[in-house]
């Protein structure tokens, strides 16, 4: 089990300053001005580096189709990094297409919200066709994501229907399989809903089946666990070692510690 960082993106963006906040200031060390003929792939060979470390170190470049004489493009930053880590997004797929080229270069997946599945395994359709194939172009993976249609009590009842029905269960599997083939995705992301008690070792069951299925097909497989308002309104909270049989299960682990939002 991996645990990964993940940033949520939408079609809004902005920046806060509040005193006392620590700012990390990086100069740069190589630098290339631009000259009449160039082009980004030219000047990442030159330097022996990736297009895609190119728009990391200059941002604005992305989505930009030409470059210009006199511009100055950083190739290097000065300082070792100090590690690595692996990077999730989430985007819907009507995300503004300057903002998502813009955050590309930062990330290792793209996670698409989302599908949702129905008492009978039927999952709906999403037009995520240009998402995906932008961060394929960035050497993004997009990664499916499937959760119950609704934070609400409805959840805890499509999934007790889902579960208790061998033929439903069958068709949700096939029809996931047939999402990712069909649209070329890395892997799928379960946006896990409040499990009744009486349902969670009958679906930790299922979900074993489920990934060991989709592994054997080739796809990885995220849980991501969150506490959501019904389960501090009522109190019936997961339970550690529901928790723990998740991690044990599931190829990665995404922990979102906050309740999405929503309006009317």
């Known amino acids: 089990m991996h645990l990964f960082v993940s940033c949520l993106y939408n079609k809004y963006k902005w920046a806060i300053e509040v005193v006392g906040e620590a700012l990390v200031i990086q100069y740069p060390e190589i630098t290339h001005t631009v000259k009449e003929g160039d082009s980004l792939e030219g000047i990442a060979e030159l330097y022996g580096i990736s297009v895609l470390q190119i728009l990391r170190?200059?941002?604005?470049?992305?989505?930009r189709q030409y470059i210009y004489p006199g511009e100055i493009i950083v190739i290097s930053y000065q300082g070792d990094k100090i590690g690595k880590m692996t990077?999730?997004?989430?985007?819907?797929p009507f995300i503004e297409t300057t903002i998502l080229k813009k955050t590309l270069p930062f990330l290792t997946y793209l996670t698409i919200y989302h599908y949702t599945v129905d008492r009978k395994g039927n999952i709906s359709n999403l037009n995520d066709e240009e998402v995906i194939k932008i961060a394929k172009e960035?050497?993004?993976?997009?990664?499916?994501?499937?959760?119950?249609?609704?934070?609400?009590?409805?959840?805890?009842?499509?999934?007790?229907?889902?579960?208790?029905?061998?033929?439903?269960?069958?068709?949700?599997?096939d029809n996931i399989l047939?999402?990712?083939?069909?649209?070329?995705?890395?892997?799928?992301?379960?946006?896990?809903?409040?499990?009744?008690?009486?349902?969670?070792?009958?679906?930790?069951?299922?979900l074993t089946t489920m990934i060991t299925q989709l592994n054997n097909e080739g796809y990885e497989v995220t849980i991501t666990l969150s506490p959501n308002a019904f389960e501090i309104v009522t109190g019936n909270m997961f339970q550690e070692t529901f928790y723990i049989q998740i991690g044990k299960v599931a190829n990665k682990v995404m922990i979102l510690p906050y309740e999405w939002g929503y309006h009317v």
């Open 87 to 92: 990077v999730n997004g989430f985007a819907y």
């Open 57 to 63: 170190n200059n941002p604005y470049l992305a989505g």
């Open 178 to 206: 047939l999402v990712l083939k069909e649209k070329g995705y890395y892997g799928l992301n379960i946006d896990i809903p409040y499990i009744h008690p009486n349902d969670q070792e009958n679906f930790l069951d299922y």
């Open 138 to 173: 960035y050497g993004v993976a997009p990664i499916m994501l499937i959760s119950a249609p609704f934070e609400t009590t409805e959840d805890i009842s499509i999934i007790h229907d889902l579960l208790i029905n061998e033929a439903s269960k069958i068709n949700f599997v």
